[in-house]
């Protein structure tokens, strides 16, 4: 059948990066599970497993060199046709495993149950998956920093409701976006230093399999859970398990996971009301198209992209919620086709908003002049308690200036309601003889206005960013490129 005749996957061949897709791909899983497959074998052989007789070893340094010759030449044909007659995938990787180093096929899987490969191999994964995360999570926290630095002092108008509000500044709004993403690393970073292994549990989570192979030496299969886990890059295991690890662990990823969707969707729904406002804009590319009808179109849809995966991918964590909720004592298996699509397509979901986020912040736009006016256009409302003080502090009558004040903002809202361009409320009140002596110039210049935000993303950088960007420096600076 042709590849273009049925359905692909959008995060795979359009959105996701190389590495994450490369990471949740066939390859890499069944690759993962031989080299679980070795890692016990070696474990059993370290610890002494012995034949019916006692005394001769179980496993031989044949066996073994067999299988580390074959952990990555999967015969993936044989391995569907396994699938279709015996309807259990990993039996039918053990079959195919075992045709492509037969010195081995009878110690293959030894006293394990099919979780041990499954979930240990989501775990090794997922541990990867994670880390790639953070390190895109480093990249976007350094372009945003970067862009706050750079416009820490340039004032712009702040809103509440979407409702014009006191001043703040480019800087300090792109501070905002950045701490979200950091709260996102940090929950990552803390999901990566608890995340355990599964380890050898045996299929109710008893050990009773491995128990029986060592002869009830209870040390020994003790040793064999902690050095299959070291063997794969962990340090500790899950202490109790069913036959699967607590889904639990799979609600707690997907959670943080979701948070790097809740910030991305949160600054791009900024950036794509910034750019209606044609204040701040997203790159757009000299020969991209807006809208195939409307040729003058630049829409910001890189951020509407984002969005639209965000939104997905906090969707994913119901699944796992649910999932987590409805096992059955020891196991119960309506949780594998769920996983099979909850959990890569967040990783890959994760990517793709972060790749984005990383595209936009690299790219974004400032119009000062389109700032400015907004900033001046508001300002007179804002800047008449100052003019209030400042008429007082000259010898005025505090309520007869509150009275002035009053009758000319209205007056001068009503005419804006009607049409009128331009607020001229600042020269009306500069013609009152009340206030003569107000130096209106001095109270009207914006960065009056910004309080602190340019020490605060000063203060940001210095607190918040500096020690990522220090300990994760390979990670900063790097272009991230968008397709499609």
């Known amino acids: 059948m042709s590849e273009t005749a049925v359905y692909d996957n959008p995060l795979v061949t359009r959105y996701a990066g190389k590495e994450m897709a490369q990471l949740w791909g066939p390859q890499r899983k069944f690759s993962t599970w031989r080299r679980l497959w070795l890692a016990l074998a070696e474990a059993e052989h370290e610890l002494g497993l012995v034949a019916d007789d006692g005394a001769t070893p179980r496993i031989s340094d044949t066996q073994l060199a067999a299988m580390r010759a074959h952990l990555d030449d999967i015969d993936f ?63 976007v926290t350094d372009a945003l ?52 292994f599964r380890g050898v549990k045996g299929t109710t989570g008893t050990q009773a399999s491995f128990l029986a192979l060592f002869g009830g030496n209870d040390e020994k299969v003790r040793q064999l859970d902690l050095l299959v886990a070291r063997k794969m890059g962990f340090e500790a295991v899950y202490p109790v398990t069913g036959q699967t690890y607590t889904r639990k662990v799979d609600s707690q990823i997907l959670d943080a996971l979701s948070g790097i969707g809740q910030s991305a969707h949160k600054y791009g729904t900024d950036i794509r009301l910034l750019s209606h406002r044609q204040e701040v804009e997203e790159p757009f590319e000299a020969d991209q198209v807006g809208s195939s009808a409307m040729a003058y179109k630049r829409n910001p849809i890189r951020s509407e992209r984002m969005c639209g995966i965000a939104r997905f991918l906090t969707s994913l964590v119901v699944s ?5 909720a409805t096992q059955w004592l020891e196991r119960t298996l ?46 007179p409302y804002m800047a008449t308690e100052n003019i209030l003080m400042a008429g007082v502090a000259r010898g ?25 361009r331009k607020n001229d409320l600042v020269e ?7 206030f003569q002596d107000v130096d209106f110039d001095r109270i009207l210049e914006p960065r009056n206005f910004v309080g602190r935000a340019p020490q605060q993303v000063e203060e940001f950088l210095q607190q918040e960013v500096a020690p990522i960007r220090l300990r994760d420096a390979s990670s900063s600076g790097r272009s991230v490129e968008v397709s499609l």
């Open 145 to 196: 920093a970067t862009f706050a630095e750079k416009w820490r002092h340039v004032p712009t108008l702040g809103f509440t409701h979407f409702q014009p509000a006191q001043l703040t500044t480019v800087g300090k709004r792109a501070s905002l976006w950045c701490y979200d993403f950091i709260l996102d690393l940090h929950e990552l970073e803390h999901r990566i230093s608890t995340l355990r």
């Open 320 to 324: 796992t919620a649910q999932t987590a």
């Open 334 to 379: 309506d949780d594998s086709a769920n996983r099979r699509l909850s959990l890569p397509q967040a990783f890959l979901a994760a990517d793709s908003v972060l790749r984005l986020a990383a595209n936009v912040s690299q790219g974004l736009v400032v119009n000062p002049e389109v700032i400015r006016a907004s900033v001046l256009d508001a300002l």
């Open 428 to 434: 009306r009140l500069r013609a009152e003889p009340a």
């Open 396 to 420: 005025g009558d505090r309520q007869a200036l509150h009275e002035l004040i009053r009758k000319h903002s209205h007056a001068v809202t009503q005419e804006l309601k009607t049409g009128v």
């Open 77 to 139: 044909a044989r391995a569907d046709a396994f699938e279709r007659r015996f309807r259990h995938d990993v039996v039918a990787h053990i079959h195919t495993f075992g045709e492509a180093c037969p010195e081995a096929r009878d110690i293959l899987h030894l006293g394990a149950t099919s979780c041990y490969v499954t979930d240990n191999t989501d775990l090794i994964l997922m541990r990867e998956g994670l880390q790639i995360l953070c390190n895109s999570l480093v990249g």
